[in-house]
């Protein structure tokens, strides 16, 4: 029987590829340089938005170096689209966000 449940709950490859088209309007590439000035890259997704401006989550890893002064660039990508700049606003490496 636990087999079975956890078949059932078990995410396949169409479940993340639905999951992806669905989430894909939030989804971010970001891309900056760690502390030794190598290329650091992850993925990043909206949790706030208004007409404004928008919030992402990133991990703390990606955006580690930009947490320091100076800071370097942060840049953000969506599929489709040209660069944006991005501002770092606040960060928990505990919870590496």
Do not use: C, N, Y
Not at 41 to 57: E, K, N, Y
Request: glycine share 4%; charged share 15%; proline share 5%.
């Amino acid at each position: 029987m636990r087999k079975s449940i956890a078949a059932a709950l078990a995410a396949s490859g169409q479940t993340l590829t639905d999951l992806l088209a669905k989430e894909q309007p939030s989804v971010f590439f970001v891309s900056t340089v760690d502390q030794a000035g190598a290329p650091s890259v992850g993925s990043a997704f909206v949790v706030f938005s208004d007409a404004q401006q928008s919030f992402l989550l990133t991990s703390f890893a990606t955006v580690q170096a930009a947490s320091q002064q100076p800071a370097p660039k942060v840049t953000l990508r969506k599929q489709g689209q040209d660069d944006i700049d991005a501002t770092l606003f606040t960060w928990d490496p505990a919870h590496d966000l």
